[in-house]
T-cell receptor, first 113, second 112 residues
Framework: ETGVTQSPTHLIKTRGQQVTLRCSSQSGHNTVSWYQQALGQGPQFIFQ???????GRGNFPPRFSGLQFPNYSSELNVNALELDDSALYLCASSLAGTGPEAFFGQGTRLTVV | AQSVTQLGSHVSVSEGALVLLRCNYSSSVPPYLFWYVQYPNQGLQLLLKYTTGATLVKGINGFEAEFKKSETSFHLTKPSAHMSDAAEYFCAVSSYFYKYIFGTGTRLKVLA
């Protein structure tokens, strides 16, 4: 059983650019959630995907968007990057109906300059 | 709505002393509660969780937590701190479809 893997581990982008972060779910998991963790803060819920459909969204602007693929892997896209988007982005996967626990990846550290 | 409050953004203990990290939650429905640990430049590692049943839950690395509904608390304890326990600790609550609400974290420092 493989865990949740995220790529890349680190990324530097320029303000105004677009970025795509990737997440491979734990084997068999059909639900993926994304979180943003700014420096010195707790993770904040961005959105969740269940069976390729968005299933809940936090207080993030529309320039944060996502996809979930048939194999349940996922992407987080951020357009028009701002300096405040610099953060650790965490992906968590789970299997609906099996309990409340989600499994987190190691994260992608995004720096916007 | 749900929320989590972690009391004390920084806690220092001596090696071998009791660790107590405080977490209070607010939830309009029965909560699921979690403690995670985060080491520098790493993701989140689950220490323990409360879902239903026994209110005293034991986790990894000697940590445990007690769910107290009347006090809306889920404090994390460890009888004897070790240097390797130095990290950031997050309390989280969830009830709806795996959406987690995290506290702002407590940085634990262990003094030799």
């Amino acid at each position: 059983e493989t865990g949740v893997t995220q790529s890349p581990t680190h990324l530097i982008k320029t303000r105004g650019q677009q970025v795509t972060l990737r997440c491979s779910s734990q084997s068999g998991h059909n639900t993926v959630s994304w979180y943003q963790q700014a420096l010195g803060q707790g993770p904040q819920f961005i959105f969740q995907y269940y069976r390729e459909e968005e299933n809940g969204r936090g207080n993030f602007p529309p320039r944060f968007s996502g996809l979930q693929f048939p194999n349940y892997s996922s992407e987080l896209n951020v357009n028009a990057l701002e300096l405040d988007d610099s953060a650790l982005y965490l992906c968590a996967s789970s299997l609906a109906g099996t309990g409340p626990e989600a499994f987190f990846g190691q994260g992608t550290r995004l720096t916007v300059v | 709505a749900q929320s989590v409050t972690q009391l004390g953004s920084h806690v220092s203990v001596s090696e071998g002393a009791l660790v107590l990290l405080r977490c209070n939650y607010s939830s309009s429905v029965p909560p699921y509660l979690f403690w995670y640990v985060q080491y520098p430049n790493q993701g989140l590692q689950l220490l323990l969780k409360y879902t239903t049943g026994a209110t005293l839950v034991k986790g990894i690395n000697g940590f445990e937590a007690e769910f107290k509904k009347s006090e809306t608390s889920f404090h994390l304890t460890k009888p004897s701190a070790h240097m390797s326990d130095a990290a950031e600790y997050f309390c989280a609550v969830s009830s709806y479809f795996y959406k987690y609400i995290f506290g702002t974290g407590t940085r634990l420092k262990v003094l030799a």
